[in-house]
């Protein structure tokens, strides 16, 4: 019965992943255009830093509060909202007359992730069989992959045909197709606690740090996630877009470089089921920050088109297996009742590393200059690994079910 559900998933299921696609498109063609966008615009790099960490500090204040709000008003709700901001932010990139409009603009996009990611990783957790879990976050890892893909590659090429301006305005278009595709999703039930909401969302960091006390899927959770947003959110979001436009004349050639990352990730996410049975979650992570760390320090020495498309295929690689790692990190091990908070927590630490790390970056770029940020991540990311390494068999502590000792055994 299994196999068969596997062969035709529910309407929602389609729909959700449709809905990713889009949203990943949008992020995909910021993530390439922005950071250009900004200095042209006239942005020092110390902006480029906080343009990456605005979205860090409203996720910091915003993810919790807004995966509370998907339990009490319903998962679909939040979809909803956060592709309205989505829509709202794009079209105001579009319109951007100075820098200092896109940090504004930043916080209306932080917003929209702090809504969407909780509220699409719970959905998904509900709408497949426990035993599906690594069936749909690997696909889910795919869509997220193939839209980042589209709209890396379509960012970059489309410059070579209109304004920067002008291609932010036209994704406005994939904005629109992704909020009616959420309206279309069936309301899962949802139900109030026994407080009020507003209540619920003041207590919603308490919840957290509970379930960082007691559940081990978060601990280990957490040593993924930080390198991950170090070595590749927030240089992919800022300086890595930068570095390739110095070397590069040609925006298109940039886009098309950065989409060579995003393939790679794309191809690595079906083999994230049968890696993590043989060798369990923590393990391959592990080998594949070592990638990242390669990447990081070649990048800023290399200057043919090639290499480079080369070293970000490999970080590609390296990075393609993390958001379904700890997507089933959490679905498998923090209780029904606690998954939207479970959900939203790798993402708020995701997100205030990149807020940290942004600012600090920024500040490194504009007094020592771009191959020295470089240097740095790398750095920071090799002693991450050491740790990591040392620390492996102490991360965390009994498994929850004799299911997720099977599940997660090398670690």
């Known amino acids: 019965m299994a196999m068969a559900a596997r062969r035709r998933p529910g309407r929602a299921v389609w729909l959700l992943l449709s809905a990713v696609t889009a949203f990943l498109l949008v ?13 042209r615009l006239g942005a020092p790099y110390i902006i480029i830093g906080l343009l990456v960490s605005v979205p860090g500090l409203v996720s910091l204040v915003c993810d919790l509060p807004g995966a509370t709000f998907a339990e009490y008003r319903g998962l679909r709700r939040s979809l909803v909202i956060s592709f309205c901001l989505t829509l709202v932010s794009v079209l105001a990139y579009g319109l951007a007359l100075y820098y200092w409009w896109l940090v504004a603009i930043q916080v209306v996009s932080g917003l929209a992730g702090s809504l969407f990611w909780p509220a699409m990783l719970t ?39 209109m304004p920067i301006r ?50 081990p899927a978060l601990h280990r959770a957490l040593v993924i996630v930080i390198p991950s947003a170090l070595c590749y959110m927030t240089m992919a979001n800022s300086f890595l877009p930068l570095q390739l436009s110095h070397v590069l ?19 690595m996410s079906p083999l994230f089921g049968p890696l993590q049975q043989r060798w369990g979650i923590l393990r391959p992570n592990i080998v594949l920050a070592l990638v990242g760390i390669v990447t990081l320090l070649g990048t800023p020495f290399t200057t043919s088109p090639v ?29 029904v009742e606690d998954r939207a908070i479970g959900m939203a927590v790798p993402g708020l630490i995701s ?45 965390g502590g009994p498994e929850p079910t004799a299911a997720l000792q099977t599940d997660l055994m090398g670690l």
Do not use: D, K
């Open 27 to 39: 992020q995909g063609m910021t993530m390439t255009l922005l950071p250009i966008y900004a200095t």
């Open 123 to 161: 959905y998904s957790s509900r709408v497949v069989l426990p035993e599906q879990q690594q069936w749909l976050q690997g696909l889910n890892g795919l869509v997220q992959g193939i839209g980042a893909l589209i709209g890396t590659l379509a960012g970059g090429v489309l410059t070579l045909y």
């Open 166 to 215: 002008a291609v932010f305005l036209l994704f406005g278009c994939v904005a629109t197709t992704g909020l009616i595709l959420v309206i279309l999703l069936p309301p899962l039930p949802h139900g109030a606690g026994p407080m009020t909401m507003s209540r619920a969302m003041a207590l919603s960091y308490v919840r957290m740090l509970r379930l960082l006390r007691r559940e």
């Open 249 to 267: 004349s040609n925006l298109g050639l940039v886009g098309v470089i950065m989409a060579t990352r995003s393939l790679a990730m794309t191809l």
């Open 307 to 335: 290499a480079l498309a080369g070293l970000l295929l490999l970080q590609g690689i390296g990075f393609g297996l993390t958001p379904a790692s700890l997507n089933t990190l959490v679905a498998w091990g923090v209780p």
């Open 351 to 395: 997100r205030g590393t990149m807020m940290l790390a942004g600012l600090g970056l920024g500040i490194i770029a504009q007094s020592l200059g771009l191959t020295i940020v470089f240097i740095v991540c790398g750095v920071i990311s090799l002693g991450w690994l050491a740790g990591c390494a040392l620390l492996r068999s102490h991360i």
